[in-house]
């Protein structure tokens, strides 16, 4: 089982309306959560980093935690189409000295 | 302006012959770290660093090797590329192990 997976995608929205990324981690223990976001040829950039359950937002960006169901997941509201990108959900695994852990990404595209 | 910075962006080199890939963090912080990216494969960790002289293996460390000697640079070394190891690199820091990464710029590494 893979310890941290995504929504492969691709996913496409409208401009405007509401993406939604799923992501699931294997390891109860983590307590760190990130999402980068990552455009074609670029480095991943950090957008939210979440540690408790609930609810974080951030201008447009919500990411949501829930460690009882292991799932944590980004909203992005008023899509743009320069949201159009890759997006990487990371956990730091416990138990293992600060390790971060990705899934392989679901590719966004906002439609104009 | 704080930054990773690795080099070189793009190589191509031989099989068998010995190459470094540098990273430098001006931020003064504590983790480093490895990834390479592939198609499909996502990120994934070759090795990581806690502080100086404090290095351990990630989820594919072999063929490389790495050595943090000062807080600032964490080069990367593969002391015998083969063409398996062509793929993108990021290096990455973080002030704390539970805080998100910031990644470099990358390095594209083709081995023929």
């Known amino acids: 089982q893979k310890e941290v997976e995504q929504n492969s995608g691709p996913l496409s929205v409208p401009e405007g309306a509401i993406a939604s990324l799923n992501c699931t981690y294997s390891?109860?223990?983590?307590?760190?959560f990130f999402w980068y976001r990552q455009y074609s040829g670029k480095s991943p950039e950090l957008i939210m980093s979440?540690?408790?359950?609930g609810d974080k937002e951030d201008g447009r960006f919500t990411a949501q935690l829930n460690k009882a169901s292991q799932y944590v997941s980004l909203l992005i509201r008023d899509s743009q189409p320069s949201d159009s990108a890759t997006y990487l959900c990371?956990?730091?695994?416990?138990?293992?000295?600060?390790?971060?852990?990705f899934g392989s990404g679901t590719q966004l595209t906002v439609l104009p | 302006e704080a930054q990773v910075t690795q080099n070189p962006r793009y190589l191509i080199t031989v099989t068998g012959k010995k190459l470094t890939v540098t990273c430098s963090q001006n931020?003064?912080?504590?983790?480093m770290s490895w990834y390479r990216q592939d198609p499909g494969l996502g990120l994934r960790q070759i090795y990581y660093?806690?502080?100086?002289?404090?290095?351990d293996k990630g989820d594919v460390p072999e063929g490389y090797k790495v050595s943090r000697k000062e807080k600032r640079n964490f080069p990367l070394i593969l002391e015998s590329p083969s063409p398996n190891q062509t793929s993108l690199y990021f290096c990455?820091?973080?002030?704390?192990?539970?805080?998100?990464?910031?990644f470099g710029s990358g390095t594209r590494l083709t081995v023929v």
């Open positions: 990455a820091s973080s002030p704390r192990g539970d805080y998100g990464y910031t």
């Open positions: 390891d109860r223990g983590s307590q760190s």
């Open positions: 979440i540690y408790s359950n």
């Open positions: 990371a956990v730091i695994i416990s138990g293992s000295a600060r390790q971060l852990t």
């Open positions: 931020m003064n912080h504590e983790y």
């Open positions: 660093s806690m502080n100086v002289e404090v290095t």
